[in-house]
């Protein structure tokens, strides 16, 4: 993990693209040894939120390969396999097309009430509150976020009272510097990658398509995603 200095050069540079950090990122690092899943909303995080009929908003491959690196940065740290989870209001063929292709772990369509979701993912994969990260854009996703070990929320410019009332409440950890439509996924899976120090090892074992990612890969597409409507 990152030493002190590290942790610091590495705030610095993500202050500088508009990251803030309402949590000192020492003790963001603490939390994020600690977290087995990552929890995302949809709309506003993968996407800047724009639908139109037949069309369910799109996905970056910038943010997808940001998630993979995170997962195999992780698994080089921990030998464990991170689980990521999609939570969306709506039966969206976009999402189950990522998360058939990614090989997430689970994806929750149509869902009102975000906190049942949470609740049956907890009790589906026996893992705590504390245990798990959110990553979120608006207010109907603060109900799920409460008792996460980390919450990422990514910001717009047309949002100020949410983005100050954020702030006041303390109800994130760290507000990324970009917005959805600016990839904040790949802002929040590099800023991780750095605090763990994981960073260069994953970037030079992915190129060089080694014995190790290819261990991870083929860990990796063994995920059969659980696809839940509640």
């Given at each position: 993990?990152?030493?002190?200095k590290?942790?610091?050069?590495?705030?610095?540079?993500f202050e500088?693209?508009g990251?803030?950090?309402l949590?000192?990122p020492?003790?963001?690092?603490?939390?994020?040894?600690?977290i087995?899943?990552?929890?995302?909303?949809?709309?506003?995080?993968?996407?800047?939120?724009?639908?139109?009929?037949?069309?369910?908003?799109?996905?970056?491959?910038?943010?997808s390969?940001?998630?993979?690196?995170?997962?195999?940065?992780f698994?080089l740290?921990t030998?464990?396999?991170?689980?990521?989870?999609?939570?969306?209001?709506r039966?969206?063929?976009?999402a189950?097309?990522?998360?058939?292709?990614?090989h997430?772990?689970?994806l929750?369509?149509?869902?009102?009430?975000?906190?049942?979701a949470?609740?049956?993912?907890?009790?589906a994969?026996?893992?705590?509150?504390?245990?798990v990260?959110?990553?979120?854009?608006?207010?109907?996703?603060?109900?799920?976020?409460?008792?996460a070990?980390?919450?990422?929320?990514?910001?717009?410019?047309?949002?100020?009272?949410?983005?100050?009332?954020?702030?006041?409440?303390?109800?994130?950890d760290?507000?990324?510097?970009?917005?959805?439509?600016?990839?904040?996924?790949?802002?929040m899976?590099?800023l991780?990658?750095?605090?763990?120090?994981?960073?260069?090892?994953?970037?030079?074992?992915?190129?060089?398509?080694?014995q190790?990612?290819?261990?991870?890969?083929?860990?990796r597409?063994?995920?059969?995603?659980?696809?839940?409507?509640?």
């Open positions: 993990m990152a030493g002190k590290d942790i610091k050069q590495i705030a610095k540079k500088q693209v990251g803030r950090f949590t000192p020492e003790k963001m690092l603490k939390a994020l040894v600690g087995k899943a990552f929890v995302f909303d949809w709309d506003g995080v993968f996407h800047g939120g724009f639908k139109a009929q037949g069309h369910d908003g799109l996905y970056s491959e910038i943010d390969m940001g998630l993979n690196m995170l997962r195999y940065g698994w740290k030998k464990a396999l991170l689980q990521l989870v999609v939570i969306t209001g039966n969206n063929a976009t189950v097309e990522l998360s058939e292709r990614e997430f772990n689970a929750y369509q149509n869902v009102v009430d975000k906190r049942k949470i609740d049956h993912f907890l009790a994969s026996g893992l705590k509150r504390e245990q990260g959110f990553v979120f854009d608006d207010i109907n996703d603060l109900a799920m976020s409460g008792g070990g980390l919450r990422i929320f990514i910001p717009r410019e047309a949002s100020p009272l949410l983005n100050e009332y954020m702030i006041r409440n303390k109800l994130c760290y507000i990324t510097g970009q917005g959805a439509d600016r990839y904040a996924l790949r802002e899976s590099e991780f990658l750095g605090l763990l120090k994981v960073y260069d090892d994953t970037v030079r074992s992915r190129v060089a398509f080694d190790t990612y290819q261990k991870y890969w083929d860990i597409n063994k995920i059969k995603r659980e696809r839940v409507t509640l």
